[in-house]
């Protein structure tokens, strides 16, 4: 029977995502009727010339990106969650996301000049795969020194607090390169700061497509072994878990998730720390095996609304998406820390 409430939960969060990509694909400056987004969709032409290249070359992929990112973002957030026993860990929180911001800043710091690395300036494929792969290490990095770190330190929220602390130092270096960059450069990056699914490519959605699969199928088959992780390292252990291959498919996964959507999508925050608290909030478990397709599912639609919440649609105008996300995640993130310090003080008194 629970089995299939999840299963019909999730149904309904997919219906709802598909109601939202559509809705995507028809709100804008250019309003386009719902018949003609399904022609395309389906592999015919809009009636309308202009109405077929603005699905094709800007709503599509979009709509698309804000899907994979929002998935990508929920999986690495629950990831992070489990791994570290941390309800307020996240790609953002831990500080990751400065990490592939960094990492995206080093590998076009080549451009200070004129000048572009090879790589970058052969365009096509090698460009996606290497902007994505130098995120991914970024990312990587920095998770490497929270995951040392958090050997030393007993408190959750001081691993928070050094999470931080690495993020902002990651920033900072970032801030050192944008100081010998151009004009153009720093405005180009500052915007991406911004976080944006507006800019991601058809040449880009394979890259953030892979990631996505191979995440998820790094994830997937650790389900049990992420529940039992719940219970602690040492319980963990004692069940047979591989507790320290774990730990490094769990670092990989959640590196190369986040690290992706933030090379093509710069950093977009809340939504890896937001989604799985809902999630478990809606389908009211802390098993994995559900919890990690209802993130996904979840997470996607979440993302789709609100970069439809952001374009602002019949006004002409348009938000940064990190806004956005900032008025759905903090609430989530207020949530927590209050029900926590209830539990604290029931278990007190």
């Known amino acids: 029977m629970k089995a299939g409430r999840a299963s019909l939960g999730l149904a309904l969060l997919a219906v709802g995502g598909a109601l939202l990509f559509l809705f995507g694909l028809t709100s804008g400056s250019e309003r386009i009727p719902w018949g003609q987004c399904l022609a395309v969709l389906f592999g015919r032409h809009a009636a309308d010339p202009v109405w077929d290249d603005i699905l094709r070359q800007i709503r599509l992929p979009r709509c698309l990106a804000a899907w994979l990112g929002g998935a990508c973002l ?11 026993r941390n309800p307020l860990a996240g790609p953002f929180s831990l500080g990751i996301s400065s990490g592939a911001t960094l990492g995206v800043a080093l590998a076009v710091a080549g451009t200070v000049g004129g000048v572009l690395p090879a790589w970058l300036a052969a365009g096509g494929l090698w460009a996606q795969l290497g902007m994505a792969g130098s995120a991914v290490i970024g990312s990587l990095a920095v998770m490497l020194l929270v995951l040392a770190v958090a050997r030393r330190v007993r408190g959750n929220a001081t691993l928070l607090i050094l999470g931080l602390m690495f993020g902002q130092v990651a920033s900072a270096l970032v801030s050192v390169l944008q100081a010998f960059g151009t004009s153009e450069q720093i405005r180009a990056f500052t915007f991406w700061s911004f976080g944006s699914y507006a ?3 058809w040449a880009q959605m394979p890259v953030l497509a892979g990631a996505l699969v191979v995440g998820a199928l790094l994830a997937a088959p650790c389900a049990k072994h992420l529940n039992a992780l719940l219970l602690g390292w040492e319980y963990a252990r004692s069940l047979g878990v591989p507790v320290q291959t774990l730990r490094l498919l769990l670092l990989f996964s959640a590196s190369l998730l986040s690290g992706a959507v933030t090379a093509f999508c710069g950093p977009i925050a809340f ?30 639609a979440i993302s789709l609304a609100a970069d439809l919440a952001s374009r602002l649609p019949g006004t002409g105008r348009a938000l940064p998406l990190n806004a956005v996300m ?9 949530g927590v820390l209050l029900r926590r310090n209830s539990n604290s003080e029931r278990a007190r008194e």
Do not use: K, M, W, Y
């Open 199 to 201: 800019g991601v490519t």
């Open 74 to 84: 929920a999986l690495s957030g629950l990831e992070l969650q489990t791994l570290f």
């Open 271 to 300: 939504l890896g720390l937001a989604v799985p608290h809902i999630a478990r909030g809606l389908f009211r478990t802390a098993d994995h095996r559900i919890l990690l397709p209802a993130c996904a599912v979840l997470g996607g």
């Open 326 to 334: 900032a008025l759905v995640g903090a609430p989530v993130v207020i």
